[in-house]
Nanobody, 118 residues
Framework: QVQLVESGGGLVQAGGSLRLSCAAP???????????MGWYRQAPGKQRELVAT???????NYADSVKGRFTISNDNAKNTVYLQMNSLKPEDTAVYYC?????????WGQGTQVTVSS
């Protein structure tokens, strides 16, 4: 069973920055073995949406709403995926979820709350 653990969420003022981390501690899971990793978010009353993804080959993809402000990266040595979020806006407020996928399976973390005040 793959367990993903997100951290780094919190309350920040508009224009500020946060870095989210997604780790898979101690369960033999290696992010470099997965076809891809990604960050998704869900705001109250809205559907979960893609924020950013990174493939095993290093290709990245971003939602238009975050392009130029967010950066996804991975550190295979630390078995961790990051989401650097800059120039945050109130509309970025949501629960952010980490996802990994491979071989037809999807794995999700429990989510971390990001709140951006105006």
């Amino acid at each position: 069973q793959v367990q993903l653990v997100e951290s780094g969420g919190g309350l920040v003022q508009a224009g500020g920055s946060l870095r989210l981390s997604c780790a898979a501690p101690g369960n033999g899971f290696s992010i470099w073995r997965m076809n891809g990793m990604g960050w998704y978010r869900q705001a109250p009353g809205k559907q979960r949406e893609l924020v950013a993804t990174i493939t095993r080959g290093g290709s990245t993809n971003y939602a238009d709403s975050v392009k130029g402000r967010f950066t996804i990266s991975n550190d295979n040595a630390k078995n961790t995926v990051y989401l650097q979020m800059n120039s945050l806006k109130p509309e970025d407020t949501a629960v952010y979820y980490c996802k990994s996928w491979s071989g037809g399976y999807n794995y999700w973390g429990q989510g971390t709350q990001v709140t951006v005040s105006s």
